[in-house]
Each structure stands twice: as structure tokens, then as C-alpha cells.
């Protein structure tokens, strides 16, 4: 079954946040969904947490009463509920599952308020070119071709493709279309594309420095979470492998997991998969281990990924927005060059003397 949240990530981080604190003040489970409750302004997720409600006071246990679609967790933040239900720290757990929820929404939130502006940059100059060549341009073009003088070749290119957008626009977007849609369902449903994308990505060195400081901070955070909520490091894995989406890793972790079962250590296997970790991340595990605290360890890993990450980030988005101000205005100057300098060579035509 697929876990897939109906709930905004927001609405899942308060709701954690108010049930832990109530349970924190010695309110019973039952009493504190009440309140949250009565309390809650979105309508969906009011009836939401009734059901669960009415679904535990029928006799039905809290980690099954959550599971019910529409689902008000995911996966992972329900194996936690149940490790809190089983080991007495329900409370706790649901902090961490909202601390969890509240990073991601920072996360994302971040992320899109950087791309906003290159976006709407992109989305602007591609209207402005579309309205250049398919509405401006068409309107000169008569005056151009009328001098009989040679055209300059940036000015044939500009015709060719003015025209073919104005002719065969329908032609181009269902091919798009086609293409588009074919590509991501072939990815989507082989296996076998994906792991090769996936490989390429990772061999690619400026893309393999991003995607691993991701998985590593997601691999960090998730086995911490679970260590912490009191799960065996065997069995945190076992659940990391779940929620992994990218197959490379998820092969490797299933790796990782099968040494550990024969009785490797976690750090010596961590290292024998260098194309998924760098070096520093089997430092890491290993300081965790000879220490006897691996939760503590990767909570400080992931908080090192996870600034690099954000100055990555930083330092790309900072690039890019005078790289699309250049790229715009070498765009438009283009075209108006290829229009301008036809003109011109008209009009010196048309100024010299008759002879």
C-alpha cells in the first residue's frame, strides 16, 4: 500500500507538534485528539482526526486507527507512532515526527522561493520570443524581403523558424507532447531506465555532489529518527529501504543491510560503496560506533549535509539569475540584430545615387 499524505505537510507538522505537547502535559491520547479537534480549522483534516478518534474509542489500536486512507501520516512517521505506542515514548515521537515535517517544509520552502525568479525570468523570456517571432517579426518581414538584397544568414535563421512555429505549431506541440509524456512514463515504469538515469547522474560531477549530499543527509536523518524512537539499527535500515525512491540506493542499502546481518560493521560497508558515500560518511558511522551514541553522530552529519547543501544552493541561484539577464538579452539583441541589419542594408541601398 502506498502512503501517499492527503494533508499539506504544514497541517501534519501542527497537528504532531499539538498532539506531542498535549501528551507532554499529561492528557490522555484520546482527550488530546479532541482538542486538536475542536481546535483545527481545515475541514478535511478536522474529519480526519474524528475518525481516528471514533476508530481508537471503538477498541482499535492508535498505530491501525492511523492507518486509514485518507492518510494523515506517511510511512515512516507511522512506523515511529508505533514504535512510540510499543516503547511507551508516543509523546516524543510525535515531536520528532513534527520537527521532521517542520524541516521539510523549510526545505521546500526555501527552495521554492529561490527558483520563483528565475522562473518567472524564463517564463518571460519565452513569451517574448514567441511574440517576436510569431507576431512582431511577420509584420517587418514584407519590408525586408522587399529590398532584393541578400539576407544576412542570423536573419534566414530567424525566417525559417518564424515560420515553422507559425505553420506547424500544432505539429510541435503534439511531438512534445508525445515525447514528453513517453519519457516519463518509460521512466517511470522500467526499472531499468531509471537506474540507468540514475547512474549517470551520479558519475556526473557536478550532479553527484548534489544528489549525495542529499541521500546522505536523508539516509542520516531517517536511521537517527528511528535509532532514536528506539528501533535496532537492523531494522532502521530495513525501513529506510522502503521509503527510498532512487533504485542505485536502494540496491546499495539492501547491500549495507545484508554485511550487517553477516555480521560486518556498519561503517566497513558504508565504505564499500563509494559511488553512494563519500569517505566522510563511513568517518562518521565509525565515530558513531566505537562511541556507542550512532544517533547523535548522524544527527550531526546530516546537519553538515545539510548546510552545504543550502550554500550549494546559494551560490547556484545567486549564478543564475545575471546568467538568465545575459541569456535574455543575448536572446532579444539577436533577433532585433537579425531585423535591424536587414533594414539597414535597405536603406543604404535605397540612399545611393542612381547611376
Known amino acids: 500500500?502506498?502512503?501517499?499524505?492527503?494533508?499539506?505537510?504544514?497541517?501534519?507538522?501542527?497537528?504532531?507538534?499539538?498532539?506531542?505537547?498535549?501528551?507532554?502535559?499529561?492528557?490522555?491520547?484520546?482527550?488530546?485528539?479532541?482538542?486538536?479537534?475542536?481546535?483545527?480549522?481545515?475541514?478535511?483534516?478536522?474529519?480526519?482526526?474524528?475518525?481516528?478518534?471514533?476508530?481508537?474509542?471503538?477498541?482499535?489500536?492508535i498505530p491501525k486507527s492511523f492507518d486509514i486512507p485518507p492518510f494523515i501520516v506517511d510511512r515512516q512517521s507511522l512506523n515511529i507512532i508505533e514504535s512510540g505506542v510499543a516503547t511507551g515514548t508516543l509523546s516524543k515521537n510525535c515531536l520528532r515526527i513534527g520537527d521532521d515535517l517542520e524541516d521539510r517544509v523549510a526545505n521546500r520552502e526555501r527552495l521554492i522561493g529561490a527558483l520563483i525568479y528565475p522562473v518567472c525570468i524564463a517564463l518571460f523570456s519565452l513569451v517574448l520570443v514567441l511574440v517576436l517571432l510569431l507576431f512582431v517579426f511577420p509584420k517587418i518581414l514584407p519590408i525586408i524581403i522587399s529590398g532584393g538584397t541578400e539576407l544576412p544568414l542570423p536573419t534566414r535563421i530567424i525566417i525559417f523558424t518564424s515560420e515553422i512555429l507559425r505553420k506547424e505549431w500544432m505539429y510541435i506541440l503534439s511531438v512534445v507532447g508525445a515525447v514528453s509524456l513517453s519519457t516519463i512514463v518509460s521512466f517511470k515504469k522500467s526499472e531499468v531506465v531509471r537506474k540507468r538515469v540514475e547512474i549517470i547522474f551520479l558519475k556526473t560531477p557536478f550532479f553527484s555532489k548534489m544528489i549525495r549530499l542529499g541521500k546522505v543527509r536523508f539516509f542520516a536523518k531517517t536511521i537517527s529518527l528511528f535509532v532514536g524512537c528506539g528501533y535496532t539499527l537492523y531494522e532502521s535500515l530495513h525501513h529506510l529501504i522502503g521509503f527510498e525512491t532512487n533504485l542505485v540506493y536502494k540496491e546499495g542499502y539492501v547491500l549495507i543491510l545484508e554485511k550487517i546481518r553477516s555480521g560486518g560493521r556498519f561503517s566497513s560497508a558504508i565504505m564499500e560503496n563509494p559511488l553512494l558515500f563519500p569517505s566522510e560518511v563511513a568517518q562518521f558511522v565509525s565515530l558513531g560506533e566505537e562511541s556507542g551514541n550512532i544517533a547523535k553522530t548522524l544527527i550531526h552529519l546530516s546537519s553538515l549535509c545539510d548546510g552545504e547543501l543550502k550554500e550549494i544552493e546559494k551560490r547556484i541561484f545567486t549564478l543564475l539569475e545575471p546568467a538568465l539577464m545575459i541569456f535574455l538579452g543575448v536572446i532579444v539583441g539577436g533577433i532585433a540584430l537579425s531585423l535591424i541589419s536587414p533594414i539597414y542594408s535597405l536603406t543604404a541601398s535605397l540612399n545611393q545615387p542612381a547611376p
Do not use: P, T, W
Not at 5 to 16: H, V
Open 1 to 61: 500500500m502506498r502512503y501517499r499524505s492527503s494533508f499539506s505537510l504544514k497541517d501534519r507538522a501542527r497537528f504532531m507538534k499539538k498532539l506531542s505537547f498535549l501528551l507532554e502535559a499529561g492528557i490522555s491520547f484520546l482527550q488530546a485528539l479532541h482538542f486538536v479537534e475542536e481546535k483545527e480549522l481545515n475541514s478535511n483534516m478536522k474529519k480526519r482526526i474524528r475518525e481516528i478518534r471514533q476508530s481508537i474509542s471503538a477498541g482499535n489500536s
